[in-house]
C-alpha cells in the first residue's frame, strides 16, 4: 500500500510555533464557518502535525488556542447544547501509523479488537438531528463539540435525512451535510445568477448554504448519517437497547428508520476482523474514489462492539476507540497563471489552465481543464487568482472556483478569442462550447490522426507524422481522401519506399471494411466515442438508417438522451458530403450481425 503520510510542518521556535497556531486556528474558523479557509486540507494538516510534534517536545508552552487540544470546528460558536459531547476524530497517515493505532487502543481495552467497522470519511458538515416521537425538530452544527449552531431552518433541504421516521422514536441521528458533484455544480449556477461568488469547494457550498437563513433560492444537500444514539427523554427500552448495539447494527437501525447512510453507496460501510482486512478496504475505497459522486477525504474506522468502545473511553477532543485514515489531498489551492486557448480534431476550442505548478496526489499539476468560456464567466475566473484544483485518480484537473477571499485587486479579467487561434477563422459561439467555423478542416491533422487510431479504423502505418505529410503535400483534404491514395502517389512521398507504400495501402484497404461502428468512431461526432458508436451502429444497422433518424429516433439508443440527440443527428446531417464521398470510396457502411429497426408502414388494404 502507498504510503499516505503527511508530512509535519517544521517549527523551529517559539515565535513560529504562535505564528503557525494563530494560522491553524483561522483557517479552521473560515473552514467550518463557510469553507473559505485559505489553507487547502494538506497544508493545514501539516501545520497541526508541526503543532503538535513541537508541542510534544515542550509540553510547558503549550498556547490555549492551539488545535490540538480542540475537536474541529472548535473555533465556531454555538449556543445550543449537545446532550452528548460531539467529538472530532484523530488521524492516521499510513499503515505504520493506523497499526501503531490499533496497538494502543488494545492495550487500553485489555486485548486485540475482534471487529472493526470501516466507511468512508465524508467530507461534509457534520451536524445532530433531533426527533422527538419520530418527528425531526432540531438540527444543531458540531460547533465547539460541547454546543453547536441551530440550524433548524434547513429542515426539508437535506435528501437522507426525513422529517419523520419510519418508527415514533426519539433519537438523535449524527452525520455529514454534504453536497454531491452534481448538487455543488446546480448550487454554483444558482449562486452565480443571483449575483454571489462561486463556492470553491463542495464542502464550502454545503456549509455556507446550511446557515444561510435569508437567500433568495434554495439549493439541495444530502446527508449520510454516521451514529444512532438515545436523547435524555429517549423511552428506557429504547435507549437501553441502543447503548448495547455495536456500531454496524446501530447503521442499519438507522437505515430502518429510513435515514440515509453509506450503505447504497459504491463504498458502503462493512465490519472486518483483522488490521490487514481494514487496509485491504482502505486501499479498496482509495481506488474507488475518483468515481464516487460525493467527496470524501479519508477512511473511518471504529471497534464496532459497544463493550469496546465504553472500556476505550474517549478524550476531550476525540473517542480513543475510533481513527480517520486520511488519503492524501485530491484538493490544493495554487495561482491561474494562464489561460490557452487550443482546437481539438472536430474544431471545438477549448480553455486551459496554466497553474502554478502544485503537487496533488503524487503528480505536479501545471494545467487544469476549463470546459469553456461560459465555464470561466460563471466561475469569475480571473488571471492571478488564487484557485482550488481538484484531482483524483486518473481524472483531469479541473479548476472548482477562485477562492475569492484572497483577491489581492491586481487580478485580470481573461481575454476572449475573436477569431480561432488555430487559422484565424471565425468562430461559432452559438453554443456553449465554441467552435472554428472551419469545423474539422481547421485541425485536419489530428482528425485524421485519430480516425486512423487503434480504436477507429486502425490503419496500420498511418502516424502522425504521415499524416502531417499526406495534408502539407495536398494529397488529402479529408478523410475519404485517404482510400483514394494511389500507389505513384504515394511512392512520390520523401521517405515513402516501395514496402511501406504496399504495406499502407493494404492497411486503407483492410480499414475499408471496417464494421460500421467503427467508421462512425472515426468521424468524430461530438458526444459519441467507441462505445457509444457502437451503441448506434447495433442499433441502426446501416449508415443510411443513422442518417435517416431524426432526435427522436435517436433517443432510442441506450444512453442518447434529448439533449446529446439533437446535436448527433445535426452533426451527421454537416457530415453528410464526407459520408458520401467514403461510401463512394468503398468503405463499409454497414454493421455486420445487426438488424435494422423495424420502420412503421401502412397496410393499403386496411384503409378501406
Not at 497556531?21 to 508541526?50: I, M, N, Q
Not at 472493526?116 to 463539540?145: C, M, N, Q, W
Not at 429542515?155 to 448538487?183: F, N, S, Y
Not at 452565480?192 to 464542502?203: D, E, I, K, L, S
Request: include cysteine.
Amino acid at each position: 500500500m502507498t504510503d499516505m503520510t503527511t508530512p509535519a510542518a517544521v517549527i523551529v521556535d517559539a515565535t513560529a510555533y504562535a505564528q503557525a497556531v494563530e494560522d491553524a486556528v483561522k483557517a479552521s474558523a473560515a473552514y467550518y464557518a463557510d469553507g473559505t479557509s485559505p489553507l487547502d486540507d494538506e497544508t493545514y494538516d501539516r501545520f497541526v502535525r508541526g503543532i503538535a510534534a513541537w508541542e510534544a517536545d515542550h509540553p510547558d508552552e503549550v498556547l490555549p488556542d492551539s488545535p490540538t487540544g480542540k475537536v474541529a470546528g472548535g473555533s465556531v460558536e454555538g449556543d445550543v447544547p449537545h446532550t452528548v459531547a460531539m467529538l472530532s476524530l484523530d488521524n492516521v497517515f499510513s499503515p505504520e501509523e493506523f497499526t501503531a493505532w490499533t496497538s494502543s487502543l488494545a492495550r487500553r481495552i485489555g486485548h486485540d479488537v475482534a471487529c472493526f467497522s470501516v466507511e468512508p470519511k465524508l467530507d461534509g458538515l457534520a451536524i445532530a438531528a433531533r426527533y422527538t416521537r419520530g418527528h425531526l425538530d432540531r438540527l444543531i452544527t458540531r460547533g465547539d463539540g460541547t454546543a453547536g449552531e441551530d440550524v433548524s431552518h434547513a429542515i426539508g433541504t437535506i435528501e437522507g435525512l426525513p422529517r419523520e421516521l419510519a418508527e415514533p422514536v426519539t433519537v438523535e441521528v449524527r452525520g455529514e451535510v454534504l453536497m454531491t458533484t452534481a448538487q455543488f455544480e446546480h448550487a454554483n449556477e444558482v449562486r452565480t445568477v443571483h449575483g454571489g461568488q462561486p463556492f470553491a469547494n463542495p464542502r464550502g457550498a454545503a456549509a455556507g448554504t446550511l446557515r444561510a437563513r435569508e437567500r433568495a433560492y434554495t439549493v439541495p444537500m444530502t446527508f449520510f448519517g454516521y451514529g444512532l444514539l438515545p436523547r435524555p427523554d429517549t423511552e428506557p427500552e429504547l435507549a437501553g437497547r441502543l447503548g448495547e448495539l455495536a456500531h454496524s447494527d446501530l447503521m442499519a437501525r438507522a437505515v430502518g428508520l429510513g435515514v440515509n447512510t453509506t450503505a447504497t453507496t459504491a463504498v458502503p460501510g462493512i465490519t472486518v476482523a483483522t488490521v490487514d482486512q481494514v487496509l485491504a478496504r482502505v486501499q479498496e475505497i482509495a481506488v474507488l474514489r475518483a468515481e464516487l459522486p460525493f467527496g470524501i477525504d479519508g477512511i473511518v474506522i471504529k471497534a464496532d462492539r459497544a463493550a469496546d468502545q465504553q472500556a476505550a473511553g474517549s478524550g476531550s477532543r476525540a473517542p480513543r476507540w475510533a481513527i480517520a485514515y486520511k488519503l492524501p489531498a485530491v484538493e490544493k489551492i495554487t495561482r491561474l497563471l494562464q489561460v490557452e486557448w487550443n482546437v481539438g480534431r472536430t474544431g471545438i476550442i477549448a480553455p486551459r489552465a496554466v497553474l502554478e505548478p502544485v503537487t496533488i496526489d503524487g503528480a505536479t499539476i501545471t494545467y487544469a481543464t476549463l470546459h469553456n468560456p461560459a465555464d470561466i464567466t460563471r466561475r469569475d475566473l480571473r488571471l492571478g487568482d488564487h484557485v482550488m484544483v481538484h484531482r483524483a485518480g486518473d481524472v483531469i484537473p479541473r479548476i472548482e472556483a477562485p477562492v475569492a477571499s484572497l483577491r489581492t485587486g491586481e487580478e485580470q479579467a481573461i481575454v476572449f478569442p475573436e477569431v480561432c487561434p488555430r487559422c484565424g477563422s471565425a468562430i461559432d459561439t452559438s453554443e456553449q462550447r465554441w467552435r472554428c467555423t472551419n469545423g474539422r478542416n481547421c485541425h485536419l491533422v489530428a482528425a485524421l490522426s485519430y480516425a486512423a487510431g487503434r480504436d477507429q479504423l486502425d490503419i496500420e502505418g498511418l502516424g502522425h507524422t504521415r499524416v502531417v505529410q499526406l495534408v502539407e503535400t495536398g494529397l488529402v483534404a479529408d478523410l475519404a481522401d485517404l482510400f483514394t491514395l494511389t500507389r505513384d502517389q504515394l511512392l512520390g512521398l520523401e521517405r515513402m519506399g516501395a514496402t511501406s507504400t504496399d504495406n499502407l495501402l493494404a492497411a486503407l484497404g483492410t480499414a475499408k471494411d471496417q464494421p460500421l461502428s467503427r467508421v462512425l468512431c472515426a468521424l468524430g461526432v461530438r458526444g459519441t466515442g467507441r462505445s457509444m458508436s457502437r451503441r448506434i451502429a447495433r442499433y441502426f444497422a446501416t449508415m443510411d438508417h443513422v442518417r435517416a433518424a431524426d432526435a427522436e429516433t435517436m433517443q432510442q439508443v441506450e444512453g442518447i438522451g434529448p439533449e446529446k440527440a439533437p446535436s448527433i443527428v445535426a452533426e451527421l446531417a454537416e457530415l453528410t458530403p464526407l459520408i458520401d464521398k467514403l461510401a463512394t470510396a468503398g468503405v463499409n457502411m454497414t454493421e455486420p450481425g445487426a438488424t435494422p429497426p423495424a420502420v412503421a408502414t401502412t397496410d393499403a388494404a386496411d384503409d378501406c
